[in-house]
């Protein structure tokens, strides 16, 4: 199983870049790399998924280097409402569910 | 479309008492999940289902039970209720034929206090 490893806390200002950057040192060839978030008394809600190089949506971009053994989730002019936790998850693509772990996450706040 | 619905939000056992908490989710995915998060930590998978009449174990099953007779649910069963399984429980689900890297879904969670 490939373990995450990502800061424990972070704190910025609205308006700022957050980039969270997860370690992944033995990622496996078949393992993609996503992240969750989490806003209090709610389950988490998928953010971004990458395998490789640089994916972008609507609401972050993530980050891999070649080697694969990082990645950073970044999350441009935050606001109050971004305030959360995230979560680096590994995820094999094909295996057994059960491989799907998700650590203690990163508890973002940011501040007027 | 509703999403992941679990019921009920709250709820506060007694030790020993049985309950189930159920979970239903309208977007005819095939996996479904149970996970339970303790307080400032991350989640923990119990149990999940790849299909209609199949579950597996995941990382903490010990006290629970699990079926999956139609596609739409999945409810989670509490024998013997224990202050161990006091905690926040999560349900999702994903659509994949194969594969394991689909998003999740989550519902809102039900929270659950053993006393």
């Known amino acids: 199983l490939a373990k995450t490893t990502q800061p424990i806390s972070m704190d910025s200002y609205e308006g700022q870049e957050v980039n969270i950057t997860c370690s992944h040192n033995?990622?496996?060839?078949?393992?993609?790399i996503t992240w969750y978030q989490q806003f209090p008394s709610q389950g988490p809600r998928f953010i971004i998924q990458?395998?490789?190089t640089k994916v972008t949506n609507e609401v972050a971009s993530l980050f891999i280097p070649a080697d694969r053994k990082s990645s950073t989730l970044s999350l441009p002019r935050v606001s109050l409402s971004d305030t959360a936790v995230y979560y680096c998850?590994?995820?094999?693509?094909?295996?057994?569910?059960?491989?799907?772990?998700f650590g203690s996450g990163t508890r973002l706040s940011i501040r007027p | 479309n509703a999403g992941v619905t679990q019921t009920p939000k709250f709820r506060i056992l007694k030790i020993g008492q049985s309950m189930t908490l159920q979970c239903t989710q309208d977007m005819n995915h095939n996996y479904m999940y149970w996970y339970r998060q303790d307080p400032g930590m991350g989640l923990k998978l119990i149990y999940y289902s790849v299909g209609a009449g199949i579950t597996d174990k995941g990382e903490v099953p010990n006290g629970y039970n699990v079926s999956r007779s139609t596609t739409e649910d999945f409810p989670l069963r509490l024998e013997l209720a224990a202050p161990s399984q006091t905690s926040v429980y999560f349900c999702?689900?994903?659509?994949?034929?194969?594969?394991?890297?689909?998003?999740?879904?989550f519902g809102d969670g039900t929270r659950l206090s053993i006393l």
């Open positions: 999702a689900s994903s659509y994949s034929k194969t594969e394991s890297n689909q998003p999740q879904h």
């Open positions: 990458g395998y490789k």
């Open positions: 033995n990622i496996a060839t078949n393992d993609y």
């Open positions: 998850l590994v995820v094999p693509r094909y295996s057994s569910a059960s491989k799907i772990i």
